[in-house]
């Protein structure tokens, strides 16, 4: 039988299902009388949950990098949250409940109140609290956290799995995974991406334990999914892995070399990251640099504004990584789609053209200038630049040069090292900056076409509105002549412009670029080797 998910990790799988139940569906109400001894225990718990954590998040740092670590201390916070204790301590006290049930309830109330929020990152973190959630339940029921290590290579289902499980699966012995639920920003299907583990989720309920032990063949890449597969379909699969194997080593044969068409033109092939973890795969795929690095990852992840030490060795970090290519560092874009709930924003009709990215930090000057600080710092390791998005008049780009020129007098001031000639750049993410681009480019010293953005304004459609999609034409000419104009005054001025949108990894127009003039394209790690591939094959 066949079934349709979503892959969120390429690759496929042939072999046998091992289906893992959930441990919080299992939890049943007992009633005690002493509620204070009761809370007690739930306390006990917490605290022992908060040192497993800590323990996870070294033995993650070691094996998927400090960033993905990152989440342990998370969830840590979460444990300590005041909220969700109280909430565990009332069920406890007004229904003289056991604490594993009020954990558990706790748990599902907090997991839906997330899930229901428009915000995907917001979402995602629905998984994170019935994670830590278990951890505590399991610790109250005496049992022993699962650690999902088998004898035999196995393909692991269940429902959806929890962050802390995904971080601890040995490579070897896990050839795929699928769920019920899940999202693709996850850091389940992260975790999963980052060890090269295929991935397919939301298959829904059809997914139960009757696949347990059951022949399974997937593909991470398209999410198909066969149940007791047969003879042929297997050989379909096993077909596919060989094709991707033998394009693999194809890929490898463009590693090191420069990105040039065989006429000599050459273009940079730069990476998009968001944590120090990408910019290890950057350097595993051979990008020449990092043309957009999320900085928002930062405060997204942070229940409070992130400071300037905690920014600057996230910095510093990326910057020797890349040994001494170019990294390009995005300010903080928070807004619209992307919220961190203790900016305190205000609720907006049409957030995609409302407060967010470098309207925020000109009004919010001082945590503008405690993330140039920290940029500036970093600049001290390596090859470093800054770039300001959500540009759309001259006005905004002069106002935060001024403040960072106040960032540089405070640095002088102190006798910090920096790089006193790091680049300051501009994302041309609206017609606006497009049209004005000959007068920015007087401004600033590269400049970098976020596609994105660029197209969804361009065009007046919403891009996170998936029933505008036949609407949302990402080859329309007008965006197209934006990109050329952009270039066109980028050059008379003496600038480089590169692109950090999703046509940058476009093969399509991969050429049209290359003609046009664009001197670098910034894509998602796994996309350089084969882009080079297009390029030198032009």
């Known amino acids: 039988m066949e079934y349709s998910g979503k892959g969120v990790s390429k690759g496929v799988a042939i072999g046998r299902i091992h289906y893992i139940s959930q441990v919080m569906d299992k939890v049943e109400k007992r009633t005690v009388e002493d509620t204070q001894n009761e809370v007690k225990r739930f306390e006990g718990a917490r605290a022992l949950a908060a040192t497993q954590l800590g323990e996870l998040a070294v033995t993650t740092a070691k094996k998927l990098g400090k960033k993905n670590s990152l989440l342990f201390e998370i969830h840590q916070m979460m444990l300590e949250d005041l909220d969700y204790r109280e909430a565990v301590r009332a069920k406890i ?9 009020a954990v558990s309830e706790t748990a599902g109330e907090f997991s839906r109140d ?3 929020m428009d915000d995907e990152y917001m979402q995602a973190r629905a998984a994170d609290v019935l994670d830590v959630s278990r951890r505590v339940v399991e610790i109250l029921l005496g049992k022993q956290p699962r650690q999902n290590t088998f004898d035999d290579p196995v393909i692991l289902a269940a429902g959806d799995f929890a962050p802390s499980e995904t971080a601890q699966l040995e490579r070897e012995t896990t050839l795929a995974l699928l769920t019920a639920g899940g999202s693709a920003n996850s850091h389940t299907a992260i975790f999963a991406r980052t060890m090269g583990i295929p991935a397919v989720i939301g298959l829904g309920d059809t997914l139960n334990e009757s696949w347990d032990g059951r022949q399974c063949a997937l593909d991470g890449e398209t999410g198909r999914v066969i149940l007791d597969p ?19 080593q ?3 044969k463009y590693r ?24 290890d795969l950057a350097m595993t795929n051979d990008a020449e640099g990092v043309g957009l690095f999320r900085s928002e990852f930062l405060y997204l992840e942070s229940k409070d504004y992130p400071s300037e030490d905690t920014q600057f060795e996230a910095y510093k970090a990326v910057a020797q990584v890349m040994q001494n290519r170019l990294v390009i560092i995005r300010t903080l874009d928070i807004g619209a789609d992307k919220q961190a ?11 995609a053209m409302g407060l967010r990215a470098l309207r925020i930090c000109l009004q919010r000057p001082e945590v503008f200038k405690t993330q140039l600080r920290a940029i500036y710092r970093a600049s001290a390791f390596g090859r470093v630049a800054v770039m300001l998005p959500m540009v759309t008049s001259l006005w905004e780009v002069r106002r935060a040069k001024e403040l960072a020129a106040e960032v540089r007098e405070q640095l002088d001031g102190q006798g910090v090292a920096y790089d006193r000639a790091m680049p300051v ?4 993410e609206t017609p606006a900056a497009a ?25 007046a459609v919403d891009r996170q509105n998936q029933s505008l999609d036949a609407f949302c034409d990402t080859h329309h000419e007008a965006v197209l002549r934006l990109i050329q104009t952009t270039v066109n005054n980028a050059h008379a001025a003496g600038i480089w412009c590169g692109i950090c949108g999703e046509l940058g990894a476009d093969e399509e127009l991969t050429a049209r670029f290359i003609e046009m003039g664009v001197d670098e394209l910034s894509v998602t790690p796994p996309a350089v080797l084969p882009l080079r591939k297009r390029v030198c094959e032009l």
């Open 114 to 116: 997330f899930a229901q």
């Open 425 to 428: 750049g501009i994302m041309v």
């Open 93 to 101: 006290r007004t229904e003289n409940a056991c604490a594993e049930w």
């Open 250 to 252: 194809e890929l490898e």
């Open 256 to 279: 090191g070399r420069e990105s040039k068409t065989r006429q000599g033109k050459g273009i940079k092939l730069f990476a998009n990251i968001g944590n120090v973890q990408d910019a």
């Open 341 to 351: 709930a203790y900016f305190n924003l205000p609720a907006e009709e049409n957030p």
């Open 435 to 459: 049209v004005i681009s000959d007068l920015l480019a007087k401004e600033v010293d590269f400049f970098s076409i976020g596609t994105n953005d660029l197209t969804q304004y361009t065009l």
């Open 230 to 248: 047969t003879e042929a379909e297997i050989e379909a699969i096993r077909q596919k892995q060989r094709q991707q194997e033998a394009y693999k």
